[in-house]
């Protein structure tokens, strides 16, 4: 099977809102895999599945060191039932913006509730930067990107940058 490519903006598809996943049957699993793949390939922390053209509501992460023992983490249909007014802030990036980093200030804390790959509901508390990258990977499912927490300035700027670069390799 082709390998699944990672979609860079200005790709519309990443303005989507992806659909609940209904049941976690063997061609979802399938999907994961394919997302595991491309993402540590990338390699990333995090992943969602429109930035590889499937807009459904699955996430994946890991924020294993690259000498540590890999820590594989899958979210379906992840909510967050609960944010903390405390704020904290990260250099961002995303795989879908190569090569641009900028800080984003988020809620440092967040509790999420989502199905685990057996389709089991689950909950986390997240803090520091696994807090940052759930947010990162929900606002994915949305159709928002974390230049979208910039100001209108560094966000045209940058999606300028990338228009310009997609005309030149289409001519
Ligand atoms: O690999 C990634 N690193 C990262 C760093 C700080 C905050 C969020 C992220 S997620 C990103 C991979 C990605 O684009 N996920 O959607
Ligand atoms: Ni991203």
Redo the contacts with the bound molecule.
Sequence with gaps: MARREILIIPDKRLRLVSEPVKTVDAEVRRLIEEMFEV?YE???????AI?VGAPKRIVIMDLAKKDEEKQPQVLINPAILWASEEKAA????????PEYYEE?ERPARVKVRYLDRDGKEQEIDASG?HA??VQ??ID?LNGVL?IDHLSKLKRDRVIKKFTKAAKRADD
């Design positions: 993402m990338a390699p990333g922390i995090g992943l969602a930035q990260y250099e961002e990036g995303c795989l879908s913006i984003v930067l940052t990258c990162h990977e994915h974390f």
